[in-house]
């Protein structure tokens, strides 16, 4: 009784409590025409006295608003913001690179949206992304539990103020660390709608890519993963698997063979660039800490002196695709169209690496287990070529969760060719798809656009892929 009078009070404070703000976007720099699909920006508060506010743009279904599936898109980092999921990823705008010079960036169509099959909002969170802001600086403390928290009352405000949308399919997305508080997201959806709190959302399950699970077991796969991408050689993964016991993260220091052995692996893949293996690494970003079993998840993109040399002297690396949102999201005017609030970000940043953040959840294979039994499912994707996370640690979550297999590894395609391998996993009525995305990096739509399209369309349409 107590219980579910505090859970009405909750209600009727969410009600009472929200000083938010939405506009209709209706055209922006940088695209000479009215934008051809629906934009909203806002802001929605969140935190005991709503001191922080969380920005997001929702963009509608291009296809069918009424009957496509709503999802809620988290961007990973932690501190990347959501308008670099939209632009890189799967929004309908993308920078027009081919034109490019450095000055003010064009804006053009991306045709391989994922808003031509589903509505989307991106959220900036946790504070301190993107154009999301604290007027207290406690409101800058963030972890996995402040930022899910955060996020489901973000969602369910969100879900008041655009009540059509209750009636539409719920999908929780995203990839990277957003990979990893997608299924904590959707845990507290679920036992939300459990206690009958409001609204009651339509939770189907939820989609996440390359996804962060639990960083020890995640980096450990890195060794295996250089080894069968021809990175390392048979001897070394021997001398590792011996030495190290197969257990590569934190090595007892007095154990030597097992870090002679690690450093045979780090040397051959020291320079190797992360998130794509085949791609060039960025020689003009600030120096990291480049340790195979460091925490890469995201790229700098320090952009230091690359537009101060020639156009002939500048090798190409996709960071510096970047510049383009710096300067675009940066700009007076485009803040003007967005509705940012005048004061609240002075330096906005793709990506913000100075997070107070504290990765306080460990693993979330316990979060993939529960929400597999309580019925959700599940699409795993993995851009195969990624070292950041690579497919075998998704692999092995999954494998661990010791399901039935209900559709065999096979080849998924595209246009007649095979887009990647997949394989369905079943529990009574709840399934997970992991699928690889062939030759995609870490944010897998990023470099494979139009597989990614095809993937999430068969999937989000209940279809094999
Ligand atoms: C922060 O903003 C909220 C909502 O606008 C307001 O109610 C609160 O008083 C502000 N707090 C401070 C410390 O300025
Ligand atoms: C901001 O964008 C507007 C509109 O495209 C442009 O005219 C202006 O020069 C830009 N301002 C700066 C400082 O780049
Ligand atoms: C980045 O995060 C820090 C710590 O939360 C915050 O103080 C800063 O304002 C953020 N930077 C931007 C550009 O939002
Ligand atoms: C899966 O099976 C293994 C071996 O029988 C067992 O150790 C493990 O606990 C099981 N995992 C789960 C999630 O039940």
């Not at 069918?64 to 705008?93: A, M, R, V």
């Not at 990979?179 to 036992?191: L, S």
């Not at 320090?302 to 710096?326: G, Q």
């Not at 803040?335 to 906005?348: F, N, S």
């Amino acid at each position: 009784m107590k219980s579910s009078i505090h859970l009405l009070l909750v209600f009727v404070l969410i009600l009472i409590k929200t000083t938010s703000s939405q506009s209709i976007i209706k055209t922006l720099p940088g695209y000479p025409d009215p934008l051809p699909f629906k934009l909203e920006t806002g802001y929605i508060s969140v935190g005991e006295n709503d001191e922080k506010q969380l920005f997001y743009y929702f963009i509608e279904s291009e296809r069918d608003p009424e009957t496509d599936p709503l999802l809620f898109w988290l961007t990973g980092g932690p501190g990347c913001s959501g308008l670099s999921g939209l632009i890189f990823e799967i929004g309908p705008l993308t920078f027009d690179l081919a034109t490019f010079d450095g000055s003010f960036p064009s804006l053009i169509i991306n045709p391989y949206s994922w808003t031509k099959v589903a509505s989307i909002i991106f959220i900036d969170a946790p504070i301190g992304t993107g154009f999301s802001y604290s007027n207290t600086s406690e409101g800058y403390l963030g972890s996995d539990t402040i930022s899910t928290n955060d996020n489901y009352l973000f969602l369910r405000k969100w879900l008041l103020k655009h009540p059509t949308f209750l009636k539409n399919r719920l999908y929780v997305a995203g990839d990277s660390q957003g990979g990893k508080i997608a299924p904590m997201v959707a845990f507290e959806i679920a036992k939300g709608n459990e206690v009958g709190l409001q609204p009651r959302m339509l939770l189907q399950g939820y989609i996440i890519g390359n996804s962060a699970t639990d960083s020890n077991r995640d980096n450990n796969e890195k060794i295996p993963y250089a080894h069968s991408m021809a990175l390392i050689s048979d001897e070394y993964f021997e001398l590792a698997k011996g030495g190290c016991r197969g257990e590569y993260v934190n090595p007892e220091p007095n154990n030597r063979e097992c870090l002679h052995a690690l450093r045979l692996v780090n040397e051959c893949t020291d320079h190797i660039n992360v998130p794509h293996i085949l791609e060039p690494v960025c020689e003009f970003m600030s120096p990291r800490p480049n340790d195979l079993l460091s925490d890469p998840l995201f790229q700098d993109d320090d952009l230091v002196d690359f537009l101060s040399l020639p156009n002939e002297e500048r090798s190409w690396c996709r960071s510096h695709n970047y510049i383009t949102i710096y300067i675009w999201a940066n700009n007076e005017t485009v803040q003007e169209a967005l509705h940012i609030r005048k004061g609240t970000v002075t330096d906005w940043k793709r990506c913000n690496r100075s997070l107070s953040y504290e990765h306080d959840v460990r693993s979330v294979f316990k979060h993939h287990q529960l929400l597999n039994e309580k019925g959700f499912q599940t699409l795993a994707y993995s851009g195969d070529h990624d070292m950041g996370v690579p497919y075998m640690s998704t692999l092995k979550w999954i494998r661990n969760l010791n399901l039935t297999v209900d559709d065999e590894w096979r080849p998924w395609y595209v246009g007649g060719q095979v887009a990647g391998y997949t394989e369905k996993y079943k529990n009574n009525q709840a399934y997970i798809t992991f699928a690889t995305v062939k030759g995609a990096g870490h944010t897998a739509p990023e470099y494979n656009p139009k597989e990614c399209l095809a993937m999430i369309d068969r999937w989000l349409s209940l279809f094999p892929l």
